[in-house]
């Protein structure tokens, strides 16, 4: 596997606080991306970044916002989190984007209650 | 702007069946085109991709899959399935002009012994 962890594996945060979602990749891999994932919708494109301090939107990115202040971290942040928001978030990570596969974390699971 | 669809959302079957998951995406221009399997309580794993070339892409597991640009499909085909392979499976697509990889909804195949 790629060595890709995201953290935390599984979170509950309250309706209106901040939540930051961690990706750290260990493979130097250029591209990373968040998804999430939710029951009908497959998975959809949250925000991506093409190098350190170049990030792009995704098709559902009202609510969240990233960084990627270093080559290894991705960090997914809701500003006030929503029970929307509720899912279960994966990183990838690719190594020039365009003709290369993507490779996924192990998710993880956020409850806003 | 690129989409996936995925039209047969969820597929039963039996052992030894064979089977054909439909894909089919929208841009005009040249595409690389993945299939993702996710197994229960697993992130994705890439099945098989297609950049160019021959337009049966044989991947692992025994699945393969036709590239039919006239028809903007990528389906997915396997002549005989097994239990172990009971999973989520997703299509996905980066078009030439831009480094998103956009998914299908995913379809979700239950094989029964």
């Known amino acids: 596997d790629a060595g890709i962890t995201q953290s935390p594996r599984h979170k509950v945060t309250e309706t209106g606080t901040p939540v930051t979602l961690r990706c750290h990749q260990t493979e130097n891999h250029r591209y990373m991306y968040w998804y999430r994932q939710d029951p009908g919708h497959g998975l959809r494109l949250i925000h991506y970044s093409y190098g350190v301090k170049d990030t792009d939107k995704g098709e559902v990115s009202d609510g969240y916002s990233v960084s990627r202040s270093k080559t290894e971290d991705f960090l997914l942040t809701l500003e006030s989190a929503t029970s929307s928001q509720t899912s279960v978030y994966f990183c990838a990570i690719s190594e020039r984007g365009k003709h290369t596969e993507a490779f996924f974390g192990q998710g993880t699971r956020l409850t806003v209650v | 702007a690129q989409s996936v669809s995925q039209h047969n959302h969820h597929v039963i079957l039996s052992e030894a069946a064979s089977l054909e998951l439909g894909c089919n995406y929208s841009?005009?221009?040249?595409?690389?085109l993945f299939w993702y399997v996710q197994y229960p309580g697993q992130h994705l794993q890439l099945l098989l991709k297609y950049f160019s070339g021959d337009p049966l892409v044989k991947g692992i597991k025994g699945f393969e899959a036709e590239f039919i640009k006239s028809k903007f499909s990528f389906n997915l085909r396997k002549p005989s399935v097994q239990w172990s392979d009971t999973a989520e499976y997703f299509c996905a697509v980066n078009a030439e002009n831009t480094d998103k990889l956009i998914f299908g909804t995913g379809t979700r195949l239950q094989v029964f012994p």
């Open positions: 841009y005009g221009g040249t595409v690389n």
